[in-house]
């Protein structure tokens, strides 16, 4: 079991002062500039289009207005350059692995990795998972895909670093398996998506199971929103037996480069690697912490294939204030709760699928899943439906009732809502899908 009692991955960096740390953000960022106009047409490109030269960046505020990097540039990039684009820096002879995005809105942008790359990647990661509580000995149990979605390669890079025993179950297993391998293994931490490890904590339910029976202590989520939602936490931590954290990341930048700490007072980014900026999605200008806005990554150690201010269109409120833990590098406070084309408006609300997950997570009547439909038609008003699962036989009209009210309540407007039995809507170990655009034809 663990044994290992220090409290940080790396005490120097993760509480250097916001002077030190921006002084080396400053440093690397130049280099990293540098790096990209020299070897690189696309952000040769970019600069010559702003005006810029590395020379021309004296401060961190003169880096924000370049302007940004979005996923469909890289795509064309790619598609023109085939087959990884000329936005690559490092020399081919130090390539060592190709990672595409998921791809779920359009062609996936593969990224690549030098050996230099997985050795940043893996210590950082390590930071991670040593924040909310990895230690050697630990036995880590990794339901993160494998696949194109690449957490499963850093965590288990990082777990076997620290000095962990990993159990690379990964997403093609029954949840019958994950189970065994839980028991058999005496796997200690449990990495996965939220909405997965809800589905585990059900089949244990159904299996009879006590999770106290169980050597899991703690568990990390990531892959979509929930985790800092307190219902989604709570049904998990009581479903488990456990503590659960909050896990966030994205393959072009990196898969697992902000976690909690035992606080639970944020995700805590790996700034000394990645240089975080929040922007309103309308003007693209700065927002004050607190605000909500769109995370805007730099990396400012990456060789292979640098961004430089890549928009993420993942949502954030920041916070720069040291953390109870001690730590220093920006925080992401209730996490990342969607991305902005997630975002649903309607009349005059907006409200992300996150705050629909707090409120199903909210009644023990319901299940786990649930779906926001969109209709659009070319004709008539726009209709936002919320679908939830009841594990009763019939739902009852106080129910339905009590739903729309918490829905109301949450999201200030008024939905439509359909019940339905369980097992109506699909079940994921991935990233689930919670909205569906349904009619329309422009």
């Not at 290992?4 to 280099?31: G, I, N, P």
């Not at 990647?121 to 050697?136: E, K, N, S």
């Not at 998506?193 to 199971?209: D, V």
């Not at 430089?308 to 109870?324: F, G, M, Q, T, V």
Request: aromatic content about 8%; overall charge neutral; proline content about 5%.
């Amino acid at each position: 079991m663990a044994s290992d009692l220090r409290e940080f991955w790396d005490r120097r960096v993760e509480t250097m002062s916001r002077d030190e740390l921006s002084a080396l953000q400053l440093k690397r960022l130049r280099e990293q500039m540098r790096r990209c106009q020299a070897a690189s047409q696309f952000y040769r490109d970019k600069l010559r289009e702003a005006s810029a030269t590395p020379d021309d960046i004296r401060s961190l505020d003169d880096f924000a207005l370049l302007p940004p990097v979005t996923k469909d540039e890289l795509r064309k990039d790619q598609e023109l350059h085939a087959p990884f684009g000329s936005f690559t820096v490092a020399d081919e002879a130090t390539w060592r692995e190709v990672h595409p995005s998921t791809g779920t809105t359009g062609q996936p942008v593969k990224t690549i990795w030098s050996d230099r790359d997985i050795d940043t990647i893996t210590d950082f990661t390590a930071r991670t998972m040593w924040q909310f509580g990895v230690r050697p000995g630990d036995v880590v149990q990794n339901a993160f895909s494998y696949g194109l979605w690449v957490a499963g390669m850093s965590t288990h890079y990082a777990a076997r670093k620290i000095g962990c025993l990993v159990v690379p179950t990964g997403t093609a297993l029954s949840s019958e398996k994950q189970i065994e391998f839980l028991r058999s293994a005496r796997s200690t931490t449990l990495l996965s998506t939220p909405s997965y490890a809800l589905h585990l904590s059900e089949q244990l339910r159904k299996a009879s199971i006590d999770p106290n029976e169980l050597s899991l202590t703690r568990g990390c989520f990531g892959g979509e929103a929930g985790t800092e939602n307190h219902a989604t936490r709570k049904k998990i931590e009581e479903g488990l037996g456990i503590e659960a954290f909050d896990y966030y990341g994205l393959a072009e930048i990196a898969p697992t480069f902000a976690s909690e700490c035992k606080y639970k007072a944020g995700l805590h980014f790996a700034e000394d690697h990645v240089l975080i900026e929040c922007v309103d999605p309308e003007t693209g200008r700065p927002v004050s912490d607190g605000t909500i806005g769109v995370l805007v990554f730099t990396h400012l150690t990456r060789e292979a294939t640098p961004m430089l201010r890549y928009w993420s269109n993942d949502c954030a409120r920041l916070s720069r204030k040291p953390c109870e833990c001690g730590r220093t590098h920006v925080r992401a406070i209730g996490g990342v709760p969607g991305r902005q084309d997630d975002l649903v408006m309607f009349k005059g609300a907006k409200f992300y699928p996150s705050q629909v997950e707090k409120v199903v997570r909210s009644f023990p009547e319901l299940s786990d899943e649930f779906r926001i439909e969109v209709e659009r038609h070319d004709v008539g008003p726009l209709v936002a439906r919320c679908t939830v699962v009841t594990e009763s036989a019939e739902p009852s009209r106080l129910l339905e009732s009590r739903i729309l009210q918490a829905l109301r309540a949450e999201l200030g407007v008024t939905t439509a809502l359909r019940i339905e039995r369980f097992g109506t809507l699909e079940r994921t170990a991935f990233k689930a899908k919670r909205i569906a655009v349904v009619g329309g034809t422009g």
